[in-house]
């Protein structure tokens, strides 16, 4: 099975930026379609961004366009998720997840079989 493992996060304040990773063991990425969710407290876990396998085509919450962008560099088995412009209603536990099937914006958290811890962003002055 394949298990992620996000890193990246911290406090931060509003207008800041972070750059969020996601590494995979024991399979390596370029299996999969790779997407990031967030869940803020109290709320339900939400889709953020995701990319194919090649890294030629994304997609985004329209919450988050313009100011994130994901990317992926395979030869080190990792997937970034470069955040700026950042809001307090950012605020929330960053995960990561895989898929065999790009669903872009669409794509569920229900649909996602297992999580890893996640990563904290906190956007607070």
């Known amino acids: 099975q394949l298990r992620l493992v996000e890193s990246g996060g911290g406090l931060v304040q509003p207008g800041g930026s972070l750059r969020l990773s996601c590494t995979a063991s024991p399979f390596t990425l370029d299996w999969y379609y790779i997407g990031w969710f967030r869940q803020a407290p109290g709320k339900e876990r939400e889709f953020v961004a995701a990319i194919t396998i090649s890294g030629a085509r994304t997609a985004y919450a329209d919450s988050v366009k313009g100011r994130f962008t994901i990317s992926r560099d395979n030869a080190k088995n990792t997937v970034y998720l470069q955040m700026n412009s950042l809001l307090p209603e950012d605020t929330a536990v960053y995960y990561c997840?895989?898929?065999?099937?790009?669903?872009?914006?669409?794509?569920?958290?229900?649909?996602?079989?297992?999580w890893g811890q996640g990563t904290q962003v906190t956007v607070s002055s």
């Open positions: 997840a895989g898929s065999p099937v790009f669903y872009g914006s669409g794509w569920s958290p229900q649909s996602v079989r297992s």
